[in-house]
């Protein structure tokens, strides 16, 4: 049967819906602020705040005055516009792991008993919450190897942040931070690999890959040496090929004195079957907003859970969670430690999602995650590859992990439609196609990453669509080339998002720019 027959239609509600600033009415009400509680009243005397004047506000908030009823239509229009992985077929997000998060999960971190929690309670009083942040952190070393997690990282990028933090602070502690002043990273592993060292002042090797699309092991001998502090990678990288010669690179790493950071964001694939450890790695982190259960949200919620082994435990984050035998403890005696990389403890809903998230899987169940996302991601990979004028650069006949990055380079050579074009078409059918990252070393990409969650005829669905649109781009290029046409907006004009003047990402920036653009017009 062919499945274009069977795609679904899409109509994306379109509103053309002002910001709510936009939307204000002066004098609107949506709540009656209640009084001030005594204890704030008496800070008061003759009208006068006794407050100290660094943390009064000497001018009102700017909020919107809306009511009630305006709020909530204002609101729900806006997420008439939005697609998500609940509504669609998400694989197309590449290598930000969009996959089903269990709504039970939701309920256990919107209970007050979690979300009511205050980061400055006294420890007695949080015992449960510590003791689940000491047992996830038991799980995520024996997924891992390490011998030790910290939760505070927000993210990935300040993940893998924290861990060149603490390879910057092991090469001090042994007199040696003068002398390696280089970290080594590949050309497919993640960016933020490369620049989050080069923050700390680290200069950048990259290692490009051979004919089969893996990292250059000949390459990697001539890079090494007395100067390299540490080699941080994605394995699979971004191509979603995995390296088997892993092992060879960091023992060339170890001889020469450096460490070896692993960067596991995606980890979906993994899960069960190889461990950071026995790689050689002396630090990862995993994203717990992707393969463990907390939905990816554009920046948040998220947490880099971050590992490393025992001789690195006494740099990691203050404090760490210990327990004594009678109660968890927040052990801030870590004298070596680089510090906080974030404010308490880091996203704790986070932790706690992969908490639930682990302990309804067991570990049968996170091998089996493994296994269907490896399943899916091969099966997709070979119906890509039979769509003209689609491509699977390097790595030919051989399986893949997670995700693919593929290209439309021959369909761009034939039609002149580019991955942008499609990109913009796929919305068209409430998909999503994501590129990668710039620059495009695989000429017209396009990265997917099918999880655990999805069924063989949702995937069936979101390889249909992209038939469809290279049957209309050798056909009718011209219905690919101005799309999207069913989508909330116009297609978006690349210059608006290159271009400072154009930026604005509050509504005080964006009255303050049209103000100088009206100055610049009376001139």
């Not at 420890?123 to 942040?133: K, Y």
């Not at 993640?190 to 200069?203: E, F, I, Q, T």
């Amino acid at each position: 049967m062919d499945m274009r027959k069977k795609l679904r239609r899409f109509h994306q509600a379109r509103w053309d819906e002002p910001i709510i600033f936009e939307l204000s009415s002066k004098g609107e009400r949506g709540i009656l602020v209640p009084r001030a509680e005594k204890g704030i009243e008496a800070v008061v005397e003759d009208g006068i705040s006794k407050l100290p004047g660094k943390i009064r506000r000497k001018t009102p908030p700017n909020l919107p005055e809306l009511s009630q009823m305006q709020v909530l239509k204002h609101y729900l229009r806006l997420s008439q516009e939005n697609l998500g992985a609940d509504f669609n077929v998400d694989i197309g997000q590449g290598t930000c792991t969009m996959k089903y998060s269990p709504k039970v999960n939701e309920q256990f971190v919107r209970s007050p008993k979690v979300s009511a929690l205050h980061p400055l309670q006294d420890p007695s009083t949080v015992q449960g919450i510590l003791e689940i942040l000491y047992k996830t952190d038991l799980f995520m070393r024996e997924i891992s190897g390490m011998d030790r997690f910290s939760f505070q990282p927000a993210s990935g990028s300040q993940a893998i942040l924290a861990m060149a933090s603490i390879v910057k602070a092991y090469h001090a502690s042994r007199g040696d931070s003068g002398q390696r002043d280089e970290v080594i990273t590949t050309i497919f592993s993640h960016p933020s690999d490369a620049a989050a060292p080069a923050v700390l002042g680290y200069k950048i090797i990259t290692i490009d890959h051979d004919e089969s699309g893996l990292p250059d092991l000949k390459a990697m001998k001539k890079a090494v040496s007395k100067r390299t502090a540490a080699f941080f990678a994605t394995n699979p990288e971004d191509t979603g090929i995995f390296n088997p010669k892993i092992d060879e690179f960091t023992k060339i790493v170890h001889q020469q004195g450096g460490l070896c950071a692993y960067d596991q964001a995606n980890a979906n694939g993994l899960l069960g079957l190889t461990r950071a450890r026995e790689a050689g790695f002396d630090t990862c982190f995993f994203n717990l907003h992707k393969t463990f259960s907390s939905p990816h949200g554009c920046g948040g919620p998220g947490c880099g859970a971050m590992g490393v082994t025992k001789e690195l435990s006494e740099f990691l984050p203050v404090p760490v969670v210990r327990f004594d035998g009678k109660s968890y403890v927040l052990d801030y005696d870590v004298p070596l430690s680089i510090g906080k990389v974030r404010s308490f403890y880091g996203g704790v809903p986070a932790v706690l999602r992969a908490y639930a998230w682990i302990m309804s899987l067991g570990s049968e169940g996170l091998r089996e995650v493994a296994r269907v996302a490896i399943l899916n991601n091969n099966y997709l990979l070979k119906k890509v590859k039979e769509i003209p004028g689609a491509s699977a650069p390097y790595a030919e006949g051989q399986r893949r992990i997670e995700q693919v990055r593929y290209s439309w380079e021959p369909m761009t050579q034939d039609t002149g439609v580019t991955t942008e074009d499609v990109t913009c078409r796929m919305a068209d059918f409430g998909l999503h196609m994501w590129s990668s990252h710039h620059p495009f070393i695989v000429p017209q990409p396009f990265t997917l990453e099918p999880t655990e969650s999805y069924a063989k005829a949702e995937l069936d669905e979101y390889v249909a669509a992209l038939r469809q649109i290279s049957d209309e781009a050798h056909l009718l290029p011209e219905i690919v080339k101005t799309a999207p046409h069913q989508s909330v907006t116009h297609r978006p004009r690349s210059i608006n998002l290159d271009h400072p003047d154009k930026w604005a990402v509050t509504w005080r920036a964006y009255l303050k720019k049209c103000e100088k653009n009206l100055r610049r017009r009376i001139v």
